[in-house]
């Protein structure tokens, strides 16, 4: 870790990205959710590029925007693999937290 940033720097790098990530995977399962009512199913967006926005830190944001939307609610690899994979980011960023690798927020 570079020790030129500042530690409110370093955190603010880290929520604007989940602020980014959060709104492409927020766009990403609206725009599948459209292009599902409309039946095209050579725009759909595969279920593998869902999940990669998931775990890049787009989870919480995605999963929310699927009960909200109702999209993809009654496949339980989301209604699962999301909340797994929320918990895993929530495990990692206490691991770098108790290791001293992410300083800490406070």
């Known amino acids: 870790m570079p020790s030129d940033l ?15 990530v959060s ?6 399962c609206i725009y599948d959710k ?22 890049l830190g787009g989870a919480l ?6 009960q909200l939307i109702r999209h993809k609610t009654k496949h339980l690899s989301f209604m699962i693999g999301l909340p797994v994979i929320i918990v895993l980011q929530a495990v990692l ?10 300083p800490p927020l406070f």
């Open 61 to 66: 944001a995605m999963y929310i925007t699927m």
């Open 6 to 20: 500042s530690l409110p720097l370093l955190w603010l790098i880290f929520f604007v990205y989940l602020a980014v």
């Open 34 to 55: 459209k292009i599902s009512k409309k039946g095209n199913v050579k725009l759909r967006v595969p279920e593998k590029t869902l999940f990669i926005w998931s775990v």
């Open 93 to 102: 960023i206490g691991v770098l937290l108790r290791f001293g690798i992410l």
């Open 23 to 28: 709104l492409i995977s927020t766009i990403v």
